[in-house]
Structures are given as C-alpha cells and as structure tokens.
C-alpha cells in the first residue's frame, strides 16, 4: 500500500521557515515527479512547485525565490523548504506523487499526481 506522510507543519512568524517533509513508502517514487500543493480555508488547492524525474524543480510565482524542493533518494523523501514566510503561506500542504511519471495533465495539475498525503498545516503569523 503506497502512502505519503508529510510532516514538519507548525506555527511560525512571519520572515520564517519551515521545512516540510514527505516520506514515501510501498513504492519508490525516487525517480518520479512529486509535487507540492496547499489548501487555504475556503480557497481551492494550488500548486506551489514539483521536482520532475530529471530532478528539475518548478515553482509558483508566489513562492518562487522562496521555496525549495529537494529530495533524498536513499530516503524516499521529499522537502520543502519555505523561507521568508509569509501569512498568506498559511494553508495546509499536502505533497503528491505522480505514480505513472508522465504528468499526464502537467506538473500545476493536481489530477496529474495519483498519490496524496494526508496534508500538514502551515501557519504564519504576522
């Protein structure tokens, strides 16, 4: 049974960081895109960046310069490092894995990933 497991959420003030993780089991997805997504309170889920096969990363303009997304193969994890925190980061994240490596519908498509974790909540406060 494949599972991804963020942790690393928390309250923090605002110009802070946090460094979240995801921790794959069942399969690995070392090799395979993974993204990062959030959800605000009465907000849609947005793409914040994703790590494609070759290891590049994207990210969204809101987080661009900001965020970065790494991953430990050996590990079968990966991160995201948030730094210059701001409230409107404030939103829980939730990582994804997409399981067939195309990224059928493109990297900002939620409906692209076939694997998401339960989420983990960010909150920055000002």
């Known amino acids: 049974q494949v599972q991804l497991v963020e942790s690393g959420g928390g309250v923090v003030q605002a110009g802070g960081s946090l460094r979240l993780s995801c921790a794959a089991s069942g399969r690995t997805f070392s090799s395979y895109p993974m993204g990062w997504f959030r959800q605000a309170p009465g907000k849609e889920r947005e793409f914040v960046g994703a790590?494609?096969?070759?290891?590049?990363?994207y990210y969204a303009d809101s987080v661009k310069g900001r965020f970065i997304i790494s991953r430990d193969k050996a590990k079968n994890t990966v991160y995201l490092q948030m730094n210059s925190l701001k409230p409107e980061d404030t939103a829980v994240y939730y990582c994804a894995a997409d399981g067939g490596g195309i990224l059928r519908l493109g990297l900002r498509d939620p409906s692209s990933y076939d694997y998401w974790g339960q989420g983990t909540q960010v909150t920055v406060s000002s």
């Open positions: 790590i494609r096969r070759s290891d590049s990363t």
